[in-house]
């Protein structure tokens, strides 16, 4: 009985440092997704107006998700993953002229491994 009371000791323990840690951390993870999720927003409608004119788009971009946006539903996700790829190669200074999402991360880049991870998921559905 002893061992159980130490165990649930620890784990209460353990339970309040973690939410310490929540309260202090969860703000900034919360601003970081609004900044990303408002990176997107402006790329995907600079994508948008680029693609209305028939302006080029970068080769890395046409070698992952083609020229241009095909018709329906499919279109609004070629939008969304080229607005992706795009934030994604704008947060970590992705440069390569041909791979659009350049080399992979290593996976203890536990945030950006998720996103490349995400991306490359998103580029496999839209080849279906």
Same mark, same amino acid.
């Given at each position: 009985?002893?061992?159980?009371?130490?165990?649930?000791?620890?784990?209460?323990?353990?339970?309040?440092?973690?939410?310490?840690?929540?309260?202090?951390?969860?703000?900034?993870?919360?601003?970081?997704?609004?900044?990303?999720?408002?990176?997107?927003?402006?790329?995907?409608?600079? !994508?948008?107006?680029? #693609?209305?004119?028939?302006?080029?788009? &970068? @080769?890395?971009?046409? %070698?992952?998700?083609?020229?241009?946006?095909?018709?329906?539903?499919?279109?609004?996700?070629?939008?969304?993953?080229?607005?992706?790829?795009?934030?994604?190669?704008?947060?970590?200074? !992705?440069?390569?002229? #041909?791979?659009?999402?350049?080399?992979? &991360? @290593?996976?203890?880049? %536990?945030?950006?491994?998720?996103?490349?991870?995400?991306?490359?998921?998103?580029?496999?559905?839209?080849?279906?």
């Amino acid at each position: 009985m002893e061992l159980t009371r130490q165990e649930a000791e620890s784990a209460s323990g353990r339970i309040a440092a973690d939410d310490e840690l929540h309260a202090v951390h969860d703000p900034a993870i919360s601003s970081g997704d609004e900044a990303r999720a408002r990176l997107r927003q402006l790329i995907r409608q600079r !994508v948008a107006a680029a #693609v209305g004119e028939s302006a080029l788009l &970068p @080769r890395w971009l046409n %070698r992952a998700v083609g020229y241009s946006p095909p018709s329906g539903q499919k279109g609004a996700a070629w939008m969304d993953t080229a607005a992706s790829i795009a934030a994604y190669r704008v947060t970590y200074d !992705v440069t390569d002229p #041909v791979d659009a999402l350049g080399a992979p &991360p @290593r996976t203890d880049q %536990r945030g950006q491994h998720a996103w490349y991870e995400d991306l490359r998921e998103q580029l496999r559905a839209l080849a279906l």
